[in-house]
């Protein structure tokens, strides 16, 4: 059942991530669209950070929720919605509908969370507003969310991200958000927190930190990443290896460094990862 959910069209890029979270724990789902402009002052991952954030808050907008609200005015559930998106907005599935030299759009659907949605509500003061509402606000909501106009394609592989292996064999998740950050709009990939469901893994690993005196203020800092992607049987059927070295004074903190410098070579190596990632089909 949940791998029929988890399906995506191969006309359009989505990133699905599997939550764990029950779904009784959640307010109502909500979907919107937007766009934004490319511009040559600004990233495509920033333009594409932007279309996501006004898709967000147009989810929230659109929603029945406005009809709930109608005490309020425009302005002050404006300020509602942006802090509904920004601090109570779970579960989002992102989806690219255009991608282009002109503009990015994506269209987002997720759930906003009930205890949070309640408490940034609370705070307006609202008196049309009553907490014992919510259930049919959800039933409402629930009602009017329109389908996605995009079918879906049960052929594509479901990828589980592991923790990133030190080289003396300890683990860390401190990567995990970054990794699926990065990957969150490769056009054919989905990503499952459970790792029963997976088709492959994701294995980042820390191959080599090293650090020598060059100097009486400067050290020779030396660093080697790898990512891995592999089948359930450990088969290891993608790799990319990442070297770096840079060169630091003595009075630099060596773990934010280590940190910053890892976070880049593992970013780089899903950045040559990429086409191939994409090619990857469930067997």
Do not use: W
């Not at 932007?50 to 309020?72: C, E, F, G, H, I």
């Not at 404006?78 to 907005?89: C, E, F, G, Q, S």
Request: glycine share 2%; with cysteine.
């Amino acid at each position: 059942m949940v791998k029929n959910l988890a399906r995506l069209s191969v006309f359009v890029v989505l990133v699905l991530t599997i939550s764990s979270a029950k779904a009784d724990s959640f307010f109502a789902k909500i979907r919107g669209n937007a766009c934004e402009n490319v511009t040559l002052n600004e990233t495509r991952s920033t333009t594409r950070y932007k279309a996501y954030d006004k898709a967000a808050l147009q989810a929230v907008k659109s929603s029945s929720l406005r009809n709930q609200l109608s005490t309020l005015d425009e302005h002050t559930f404006n300020v509602l919605a942006y802090r509904l998106a920004d601090k109570a907005l779970n579960d989002v599935t992102i989806i690219t509908t255009k991608d282009d030299e002109e503009k990015i759009c994506v269209e987002i659907s997720g759930v906003l969370d009930n205890q949070k949605t309640k408490e940034i509500i609370g705070n307006f003061q609202d008196k049309g507003f009553n907490p014992q509402n919510v259930a049919q606000i959800a039933e409402d909501i629930n009602t009017l969310l329109p389908k996605s106009i995009y079918e879906t394609d049960e052929n594509l592989p479901l990828l589980f991200i592991k923790n990133l292996e030190y080289y003396n064999h300890t683990e860390t998740a401190q990567f995990t958000a970054l990794i699926k950050e990065k990957i969150a709009f490769e056009p054919r990939v989905l990503i499952t927190d459970k790792q029963e469901l997976a088709d492959y893994f994701i294995k980042p690993k820390l191959m080599r930190s090293q650090m020598e005196k060059i100097t009486d203020d400067k050290l020779r800092f030396s660093m080697s990443a790898k990512i891995e992607v592999t089948k359930i049987d450990e088969t290891v059927v993608l790799s990319e290896v990442q070297n770096r070295y840079i060169i630091i004074e003595q009075k630099q903190n060596p773990q934010e460094i280590a940190h910053k410098l890892l976070q880049k070579l593992l970013e780089d190596c899903l950045q040559k990862m990429s086409k191939r990632i994409n090619g990857l089909q469930k067997y």
